[in-house]
């Protein structure tokens, strides 16, 4: 079973619609929930962090995760065409905190 | 605002050459990181280094694999004869700690390389 599961999409939506982006893992060892936005042609950059279950509000951000389902979301509120975007769920592990990424969701907000 | 940079953006190699990937981190980080990306596929750890010495490794890097900090500026990712697999887009990233995910590790814009 792989680690870090997310769908790739791509996930298409109208300008100002809240969106949801789901990541799932199987090691329950892990700790730290991490969101990154990597636009195209650049490299990824951390958008989030939390550290345990419950919700994360930043601006128009709030992550959610939810350790008795091994489950964690990215909502986006009224979202934007600069928001388009591919979003990595990412979760170090072990002493090192090397994060575990997910494939990644592509975001295209269209105006 | 500071930035990780990489050279060059785009590399088109035969296989079995030497590539040498190149990062400028960030300047008063301590750590340093290389990661791939193979099309269409996950973000994937290659190598950390610390003190002029690599502190962890993922299996992906194998003896094809060095990396260097010749001088106080730069950080290199040696691939000593390319396979038709490493071709991916690779990413140096640097933090000014190991705490993550307080202490972020910041990415450079990659190095496309293309093995022929």
């Known amino acids: 079973q792989k680690e870090v599961e997310q769908d790739p999409g791509p996930l298409s939506v109208p300008e100002g619609a809240i969106v949801s982006l789901n990541c799932t893992y199987s090691n329950s060892a892990f700790q730290y929930f991490m969101w990154y936005r990597q636009y195209s042609r650049k490299g990824p950059e951390l958008l989030m962090y939390t550290y345990s279950s419950g919700n994360k509000e930043d601006g128009r951000f709030t992550a959610q995760v939810d350790k008795s389902s091994k489950y964690i979301s990215l909502f986006i509120r009224d979202s934007q065409p600069s928001d388009s975007a591919t979003y990595l769920c990412?979760?170090?592990?072990?002493?090192?905190?090397?994060?575990?990424f997910g494939r990644g969701t592509s975001l295209i907000v269209h105006p | 605002e500071p930035e990780v940079t990489q050279t060059p953006s785009h590399q088109v190699t035969q296989m079995g050459q030497e590539v040498i990937l190149r990062c400028v981190p960030i300047?008063?980080?301590?750590?340093f990181y290389w990661y791939r990306q193979i099309l269409g596929q996950k973000v994937e750890f290659l190598v950390s280094?610390?003190?002029?010495?690599?502190?962890?490794k993922s299996e992906i890097f194998d003896d094809q694999f060095s990396v260097e900090r010749p001088d106080g500026s730069n950080f290199t990712l040696k691939i000593r004869s390319t396979k038709l697999e490493d071709s991916a887009m690779y990413f140096c990233?640097?933090?000014?700690?190991?705490?993550?995910?307080?202490?972020?590790?910041?990415f450079g814009p990659g190095t496309r390389l293309l093995v022929l």
């Open positions: 990233a640097s933090s000014d700690g190991m705490r993550a995910p307080q202490e972020t590790q910041y």
């Open positions: 990412a979760m170090p592990s072990g002493g090192s905190y090397i994060p575990t």
């Open positions: 280094f610390y003190n002029n010495e690599i502190s962890e």
């Open positions: 300047s008063n980080h301590l750590y």
